[in-house]
């Protein structure tokens, strides 16, 4: 029988290239994203390939969310491998930030993450498997039209920690990814080349990550390699956060 992964927001981008990866590592790979047509387009590029299932569903929905879960467990009664991947961000200066704009970003990223842990818990015990959640190097350091998103991923780091004390117990481990930059198509639409050269001067890798070497922490987080790591919070970022305060100009 094959281990069995699920991954949130895995339609496209960072979570799509998860998916992959586990895929590679002969599991059964369960693919879940709100947007329909995103869906169908995962599904056409992944066309004819073996080992993945398709799930429509909003994470920040609790029914759609029990639904959904109660759906995949039936099929797949003990999963190995979850990773809460799916989230929005809105960026805006913070006196523009509306409350229902904080609500949407808090419940896909933070809502959506607690949802779908719990949802799955049960099969996570059956398989003895992991949680990976994803985070990012804003929850870690502030920056500006992040107040929404990076507050949701610091709370995805913490919910992390309280998951890997208390699910630990039942030998399900959780642990965190925080990507830095990364060279997605939404960020080649959205970081101008102001920002690109910006990024480069402030990570001492000089450059964005890949989506196939995020998806690889991810995966060994999961895989045996990884058995006695619980409750960790890396940062897959090229050195960023570890630069701190280092400005470029006493780097060079």
Known sequence: MNKVAIITGAARGIGFEIAKRFHAEKYQVVIID??????????N????????????CDVSNPKQVKSTFDKITTQFPAIHALVNNAGIAIFKPAEEVTFEDWSAVMGSNLNGTFLCSQACLPALVAGQGSIVNIASISGVRA??????????????MHLTKQQA???????????????G?????????????????????????????TTEEIANMVYFLCSPQASYINGQIIAADGGFDAAGV??????N
Not at 34 to 43: A, N
């Open 246 to 251: 280092g400005l470029p100009s006493l780097r």
């Open 181 to 209: 930059p990364v060279e997605t198509e939404m960020a080649k639409l959205v970081h101008s080349a102001d920002i690109r050269t910006s990024y480069a001067d402030a990570i001492p890798l000089a450059r964005y990550g």
């Open 165 to 179: 004390v208390e699910y630990g117990n039942k030998g399900v481990r959780a642990n965190a990814v925080a990507p």
């Open 34 to 43: 709100r947007d329909k047509e995103t869906l169908q387009q995962c599904k």
């Open 143 to 156: 920056s500006t039209l992040r107040i929404a998103y990076g507050t949701s991923k610091a709370a995805i």
């Open 45 to 56: 590029q992944l066309k004819g390939a073996k080992r993945y299932a398709y799930f429509l």
